[in-house]
């Protein structure tokens, strides 16, 4: 099955750096890669996701780029805001019963 | 639209007890999930339904049923909890398959048992 790390498990940065999340999968198989918020107490929530036919996408402050070769993606968090903060999930999979989250990364975006 | 909503926010257990955690959607996606997440850890998933009177397990079922009669409603049963299902649980539902769809999230039951 499909196994999915994360790295790191925390990142502290200062209000306006950049952050970078990076995520590496197993199964070649997988061609859907999402990145969900979860703020404290609550539900995680989609912010950005990428198909393996595509290479880069960019949504404003955040961005995602997909190295199928390697079978790693990363997630680009620019310009960092306070409201950034949260632990944030990779996930990879092809099929329900074989999507993956990675454990998590707590941002930290010191005022 | 309330998206998804779980019941009950909190509960605490104690070994041997059963219970059911409620989950419903209003999106009218014909896909949900249930997952656990342990402290630190990403999201485990137990079991899943792919439509109404079809579901299948996932990574870790073992201890717990599904049901799912309605597109709206997808319960957890935790039958003899064991301290190892101290965890929360959080119920999503997606209009296509995990792999290809955003999942939506309830906010999550945060079960302890004693």
């Known amino acids: 099955g499909e196994n999915v790390e994360q790295h790191p498990s925390t990142l502290s940065v200062q209000e306006g750096d950049s952050a970078v999340i990076k995520c590496t999968y197993s199964?070649?198989?997988?061609?859907?890669f999402p990145w969900y918020k979860q703020e404290l107490g609550k539900g995680p929530q989609l912010i950005i996701d990428?198909?393996?036919?595509?290479g880069e996408k960019k949504d404003q402050r955040i961005a995602v780029t997909l190295n199928k070769t390697a079978k790693h993606f990363s997630l680009h968090i620019t310009e960092t805001q306070p409201e950034d903060s949260a632990v944030y999930f990779c996930a990879a999979g092809d099929n329900g019963q074989n999507f993956v989250f990675g454990p998590g990364t707590r941002l930290s975006v010191l005022p | 639209n309330a998206g998804v909503t779980q019941t009950p926010k909190f509960r605490i257990l104690k070994i041997g007890q059963s219970m059911t955690l409620q989950c419903a959607q209003d999106?009218?996606?014909?896909?949900m999930y249930w997952y656990r997440q342990d402290p630190g850890m990403g999201l485990k998933l137990i079991y899943y339904?792919?439509?109404?009177?079809?579901?299948d397990k996932g990574e870790v079922p073992n201890g717990y049923n599904v049901s799912r009669s309605t597109t709206e409603d997808f319960p957890l049963r935790l039958e003899l909890a064991a301290p190892s299902q101290t965890s929360v649980y959080f119920c999503?539902?997606?209009?296509?398959?995990?792999?290809?769809?955003?999942?939506?999230f309830g906010p999550g039951t945060r079960l302890t048992v004693l």
């Open positions: 990428i198909r393996s036919n595509v």
């Open positions: 999503a539902s997606s209009y296509r398959l995990a792999d290809t769809d955003t999942q939506y």
């Open positions: 999106m009218n996606h014909n896909y």
């Open positions: 339904s792919v439509g109404a009177g079809i579901t």
């Open positions: 199964d070649s198989a997988s061609n859907y």
